[in-house]
């Protein structure tokens, strides 16, 4: 099974980075979680969000957004759109499905016929 966080939208930021004060690294991503088995593979409603600077290759955390970072965060966060939460049934869950359906068929007919 495997769990990660795909990006969903990523956002330039003009803002100045609170490490290396560069104008042009920022970029705030947002990510959500997905699931992916042998069986299904499941979009699932958990989002986070990540600011990086690509200039100085450093994630900055909430404790060092500035006031302008944090208002544009806000913003971006209400024009987000994240993916449905949904789930997708791969082709081996159904071919296991057809062949348990076909034994469970099988052990009906022996059980109600048992001089067959």
Same mark, same amino acid.
């Given at each position: 099974?495997? !769990?990660? %966080?795909?990006?969903?939208?990523?956002?330039? %930021?003009?803002?100045?980075?609170?490490?290396?004060?560069?104008?042009?690294?920022?970029?705030?991503?947002?990510?959500? !979680?997905?699931?992916?088995?042998?069986?299904?593979?499941?979009?699932?409603?958990?989002?986070?969000?990540?600011?990086?600077?690509?200039?100085?290759?450093?994630?900055?955390?909430?404790?060092?957004?500035?006031?302008?970072?944090?208002?544009?965060?806000?913003?971006?966060?209400?024009?987000?759109?994240?993916?449905?939460?949904?789930?997708?049934?791969?082709?081996? %869950?159904?071919?296991?499905?057809?062949?348990?359906?076909?034994?469970?068929?099988?052990?009906?007919?022996?059980?109600?016929?048992?001089?067959?």
């Amino acid at each position: 099974m495997s !769990k990660k %966080l795909v990006t969903i939208k990523e956002v330039v %930021l003009t803002n100045n980075c609170p490490e290396c004060y560069s104008k042009e690294g920022l970029r705030l991503y947002f990510k959500q !979680k997905v699931i992916d088995t042998k069986f299904y593979k499941s979009i699932t409603s958990k989002i986070s969000h990540e600011i990086v600077c690509k200039t100085c290759n450093t994630i900055i955390y909430p404790v060092k957004w500035t006031d302008d970072i944090e208002r544009v965060f806000e913003y971006q966060k209400k024009a987000f759109i994240p993916k449905k939460a949904s789930t997708y049934l791969k082709k081996t %869950l159904w071919w296991v499905a057809i062949i348990l359906t076909g034994f469970i068929a099988i052990a009906v007919i022996i059980a109600m016929y048992p001089n067959l």
